[in-house]
């Protein structure tokens, strides 16, 4: 079974239009090179899918579509964003010609990570540049203390599966992870610190 990584945050009190964050969006996806193959809005919901073409989007660790989804109005909306990345969240049917290729190694993946961190830094940055973005689960913070008691925490985790098989792996995640815990505005309602800002 695959994991499919979104991140989700909510925004209150900003002095942005969902349609806006809708507009830059879909510039930035234009210009990594994506082609926009559904642009649908209705009753203050933004909801676009992008994709690479061709060989490019069956390439391990590299992104091959992208979904961003805006709802909400002027005051109190959510972003989700999830980036699919060959090999970290696709089944590859085991026929031939595609058995072959493998599973995504790290350091592909890191470069469909990177993407997906720049993306997400790049929408938040529209929305207000002041807010603090967590590097391992794109959660977001007011403060720097609130973003250093936030990645600490990471790290007391980490050092706690240190030595285990499952550590290595529950990381594989990466960015985004924590964003599916507190669903917000749809999911659950007004979440913990990080989950609106």
Known sequence: MTVS??????????????????AKAIELLKGEGFQVTSDDVKNGMWDVHAKKSGAERIVLGRVRDVDVLIAGTKGKFEVQLHAGIWGRDLVIPAVEGIASLGIATAAELHSGHE????????IVNKIDPTLKICDIDGMLFNTQAELDQHVKAHQQQMAAQQGSMLGPMAMMGGFGMMGMMGMGMFGGGLGGPGLWI
Do not use: Q, T
């Open 5 to 22: 990584v979104m991140i989700r945050h909510g925004f209150v009190e900003k002095d942005i239009a969902p349609e806006d964050v809708h």
């Open 115 to 122: 993407f997906e961190k720049r993306l997400w830094k790049e």
